[in-house]
Nanobody
Framework: QVQLVESGGGLVQPGGSLRLSCAAS????????MGWYRQAPGKQRELVAR???????NYAASVKDRFTISRDSAKNTVYLQMNSLKAEDTAVYYC???????????WGQGTQVTVSS
């Protein structure tokens, strides 16, 4: 069993920045994949970024060069630094933990990010 607790969401103006954090606890394996997904109103949940145990990261094209995912494996925590935020980044952001790409994984409760003037 894995529990994920997200924090850092909030209201920010276009062009601003936020940093999301997700702390995992429970039966965490040293080899895993942690990622951030988001779901905007009327949209399907989409991958924002994910990071593997070796530090390799993938990003959605819409956030590449603006967002940075990182992890502190010792703390079982993953971060998402979001810069140059746009209104279209508004969504509920969810943390995900999975033990491999074949696993459905575990989800956090979500944290709201609203980008608005």
């Amino acid at each position: 069993q894995v529990q994920l607790v997200e924090s850092g969401g909030g209201l920010v103006q276009p062009g601003g920045s936020l940093r999301l954090s997700c702390a995992a606890s429970g039966s965490i394996l040293s080899i895993n994949i942690m990622g951030w997904y988001r779901q905007a109103p009327g949209k399907q949940r989409e991958l924002v970024a994910r990071i593997f145990s070796d530090g390799t990261a993938n990003y959605a094209a819409s956030v590449k060069d603006r967002f940075t995912i990182s992890r502190d494996s010792a703390k079982n925590t993953v971060y998402l630094q979001m810069n140059s935020l746009k209104a279209e980044d508004t969504a509920v952001y969810y943390c995900n933990y999975r033990r491999s790409m074949a696993s459905a994984g575990y989800w956090g409760q979500g944290t709201q990010v609203t980008v608005s003037s």
